[in-house]
């Protein structure tokens, strides 16, 4: 099993702030099939597994009209990443890249962002395709996807 948190050369470390800025809160978990992150896909382009997104019912009045969507963003928090590498070495890369530049689950805040097609909603359960994110991640918020305003064709990336 490969050792995530090991520092690779050319990696930088920085001491983060005393305190928090923020809080937030957990709305929910989301349950996929991968148990380890050897078995995440690295990205939801590469995921076509489905999973169910488990919504604390407190927060149940807030999926009022979600249905009229097809796609929506799920923002989660990566919670066994760790969060003090400001520049990695992605191992597809072998060079290192400013974390603000990657879509790496390391870095200060590890809120993660995944477009995923709605596939059903029954009461505060979503059932979702394309999940790349381990089996109980946290979620910190949903929010429809506009391919009006959400997708551009050119956009440059290397
Ligand atoms: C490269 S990130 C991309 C996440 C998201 N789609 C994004 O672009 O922000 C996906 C990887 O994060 C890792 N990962 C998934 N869930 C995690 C969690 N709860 N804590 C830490 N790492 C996680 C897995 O290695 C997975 O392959």
Same mark, same amino acid.
């Given at each position: 099993?490969?050792?995530?948190?090991?520092?690779?050369?050319?990696?930088?470390?920085i001491?983060? !702030?005393?305190?928090? &800025?923020?809080?937030?809160?957990?709305? =929910?978990?989301?349950?996929?099939?991968?148990?380890?992150?050897?078995?995440?896909?690295?990205?939801? /382009?590469?995921?076509? /597994?489905?999973?169910?997104?488990?919504? &604390?019912?407190?927060?149940a009045?807030?999926?009022? =009209? @979600?249905?009229l969507?097809?796609? *929506?963003? @799920?923002?989660?928090?990566?919670?066994? *990443? +760790?969060?003090?590498?400001? $520049?990695?070495?992605p $191992?597809?890369? =072998?060079?290192?890249? =400013?974390?603000? /530049?990657l +879509?790496? !689950?390391? +870095?200060?805040? !590890?809120? *993660?962002? *995944?477009?995923?097609?709605?596939?059903?909603?029954?009461?505060?359960? @979503?059932?979702?395709?394309?999940v &790349?994110?381990?089996?109980g991640?946290?979620?910190? &918020?949903?929010?429809?996807?506009?391919?009006?305003t959400d997708s551009i064709?050119d /956009?440059?990336?290397?």
């Amino acid at each position: 099993m490969s050792n995530w948190n090991a520092v690779r050369p050319g990696e930088v470390e920085i001491s983060l !702030p005393d305190s928090f &800025d923020a809080g937030v809160y957990f709305i =929910g978990r989301i349950r996929t099939p991968f148990k380890s992150r050897e078995e995440c896909p690295k990205s939801t /382009a590469q995921s076509t /597994a489905v999973g169910r997104v488990e919504i &604390d019912p407190r927060f149940a009045a807030g999926l009022k =009209g @979600l249905e009229l969507y097809s796609h *929506a963003f @799920l923002l989660y928090w990566m919670d066994q *990443a +760790r969060r003090d590498l400001i $520049a990695q070495v992605p $191992a597809h890369l =072998g060079v290192p890249r =400013g974390t603000f /530049a990657l +879509r790496s !689950p390391v +870095r200060p805040n !590890p809120i *993660a962002l *995944a477009v995923v097609e709605l596939l059903s909603i029954e009461g505060t359960t @979503l059932t979702v395709r394309s999940v &790349d994110c381990l089996d109980g991640t946290p979620l910190i &918020d949903i929010k429809p996807y506009f391919s009006s305003t959400d997708s551009i064709a050119d /956009a440059r990336r290397p």
